[in-house]
């Protein structure tokens, strides 16, 4: 295992304390339970957007907290979902008085541990909301969840969300729209190696010298099959075929797209899969209104890629490009 | 060799096409000569800044075209320098009557065909001026260059360059304030891994297992010694002290810091290197007043990190925060 690591045990606290020292300006870390929060928390009278989950996808989620985007996320150990008490302390730190709202994805230990969380905080009085986001059609349940995994949509809802929530939504209203960006996100990737846990110490899975997983999970988890490495273009057609069917996208769709890299992958290579990507968008009357690409939820140094595709409405597009200040994800400011 | 590619030697070309697809709004793609140019190229009035080198970097060079940073780049074939009819033609495309600015890594190649396509350009009547980078302070002389090897402070040169050239520095002064941040840069890299030229298809180089090699150079080339892997923190040591102690950096100095991926290396791995450096620079006396982390200048696939360091005065750190808005880099718009 070759990593810029100390201490395996110690991988998220330190790299949340080299957040902490990079983005002083931007975001507080609290330790134990450890939580990465806005600066400027709490907001009076802005509802609380708060996601969290296993580490090892940077930027994913701890990346996006800030102003436009979450007012707090909590990182559990690598590929482990963050307990209970990490989104309890968080929301009490970060709330407004008006409501948290839950950015969740689909594993079966992240909804428990939210579920866990939201119903302490009811208890308590406060207002809470969840968003559930699973949106990776490669397979309909999977070795950490009930149902659909979440993955790349993630990224967007926490963009879009956190906008709304900026301007002043309120809690059910944002909720509503949570549900709505929930409902038109589709995502697939692939592998091309794996990728190691550092305190397992040994690579996830083992793929072929000529092989290739299509549909991986963002923890490694088996995806619909493997097969003989394949150039590029067909990697693209075999990920875009089962999201362009699956909600379906249709002629006169407008979307926003991510191209994402599971971690290894080069910048580069994105390109070369977006450029296939916009030739099949292209072809089926799809129109790619907006566009990420880069490294933005990741598995480690996994070699590999992941296409999201949200289908937007005026709404949706109108607070994508509200302003974002946040380490990973940042315009308009 | 695993890469999401289709043919290895369209890999550039391919490349390019995604990046035009994807960011219509900030640039454009020429092909055959190869360059990438400013949308809204040419600029009246403004010095043109232009680079370029060989691919396999990215997001440096063509990801930093844009606002307040690069008037075009031209990307050579992958760890190849670009050829003096990229940069001519590039110049003539962008130049806005009042010069060019060209910023040269220092490679054998880089130098000699900036040099050609500087030479035909001021025969035919234009000024240019150009800022040569020799920042790495690893060995002082490479594989493919006399003298130290031009790489991060790059990135900073062509951000801080950039916004001087938005703000109406004539050529001479621009050129000046270059060669204050090239002599003011230094960095150092290392590797845990090789990468592999698609081309090639087989690595650069070979590691042991447990194998790393400090002071690597960005398309692979040999650094100052293989030693077993470290610790993070005992690395970033042997790291930051030949670059502190080289120009020197002393207490009561201001710094950009950049900490960057060399493509394989994920962002939690980048803080905790990030987290060591800061600790170092804070007990020398070096005050971090802005930073980069991530992946900016890097080499294909490679894991591993380099650190650069930027003694800045009050004017590079004005023209530091001036708005940028390139596909790589952006902030304040």
Same mark, same amino acid.
């Given at each position: 295992m070759k990593k810029l690591i100390n201490d395996p045990m110690n991988v998220v606290p330190?790299?949340?304390?080299?957040?902490?020292?990079? @983005?002083?300006? *931007?975001?507080?870390? @609290?330790?134990?339970?450890?939580?990465?929060?806005?600066a400027d928390a709490p907001r009076p009278g802005k509802v609380a957007v708060i996601s969290g989950g296993g580490s090892g996808h940077e930027p994913m989620h701890v990346g996006f907290v800030g102003y436009g985007m979450l007012d707090a996320a909590c990182p559990g150990a690598v590929f482990t979902s963050p307990t209970?008490?990490?989104?309890?302390?968080?929301?009490? &730190?970060? @709330?407004?008085? /008006?409501?948290?709202?839950?950015?969740?994805?689909n594993y079966a230990g992240d909804v428990?541990?939210?579920?866990?969380?939201a119903d302490l905080l009811r208890g308590e009085g406060f207002q809470v909301e969840s968003v559930l986001i699973a949106d990776d059609v490669a397979v309909e349940s999977s070795l950490y969840s009930q149902g659909r995994r979440g993955t790349? &949509? &993630?990224?967007?809802?926490?963009?879009?969300?956190?906008? !709304?929530? =900026?301007?002043?939504?309120?809690?059910?209203?944002?909720? /509503? *729209?949570?549900? $709505?960006? /929930?409902?038109?996100?589709?995502?697939?990737?692939?592998?091309?190696?794996?990728? &190691?846990?550092?305190h397992v110490g040994k690579p996830t899975f083992e793929l072929g010298e000529d092989e290739m997983e299509i549909g991986i999970g963002i923890h490694g988890e088996p995806g619909r099959y493997r097969e003989p490495l394949k150039k590029a273009d067909e990697i693209v057609e075999r990920l875009m075929e089962p999201i362009l069917n699956d909600l379906p996208f249709k002629a006169g769709d407008r979307v926003i797209c991510m191209v994402n890299s599971m971690g290894?992958?080069?910048?580069? =290579?994105?390109?070369?899969?977006?450029?296939?990507? !916009?030739?099949?968008?292209?072809?089926?009357?799809?129109?790619?209104? $907006?566009?990420?690409?880069?490294?933005?939820i990741t598995s480690l140094e996994m070699a590999g890629t992941?296409?999201?595709?949200?289908?937007?409405?005026? =709404?949706?597009l109108e607070l994508w490009d509200h302003p974002v200040k946040t380490p990973a994800l940042r315009w308009g400011m």
């Open positions: 330190e790299a949340l304390e080299g957040m902490a020292k990079a @983005h002083p300006d *931007l975001i507080k870390v @609290h330790f134990n339970p450890n939580f990465v929060y806005r209970p008490d990490q989104m309890y302390e968080a929301a009490k &730190t970060v @709330h407004g008085g /008006a409501g948290i709202l839950m950015i969740v994805k428990m541990n939210f579920d866990m969380a790349g &949509t &993630t990224v967007l809802a926490e963009k879009i969300l956190g906008a !709304a929530a =900026e301007r002043g939504y309120d809690l059910q209203r944002l909720a /509503a *729209l949570g549900r $709505r960006v /929930a409902e038109n996100g589709r995502s697939m990737g692939m592998a091309l190696t794996s990728c &190691t846990v550092p290894g992958t080069p910048l580069s =290579e994105l390109y070369i899969v977006y450029r296939k990507v !916009a030739e099949i968008c292209e072809k089926s009357g799809i129109q790619i209104v $907006r566009n990420l690409v880069g490294a933005y992941s296409i999201t595709l949200l289908r937007a409405d005026d =709404e949706m």
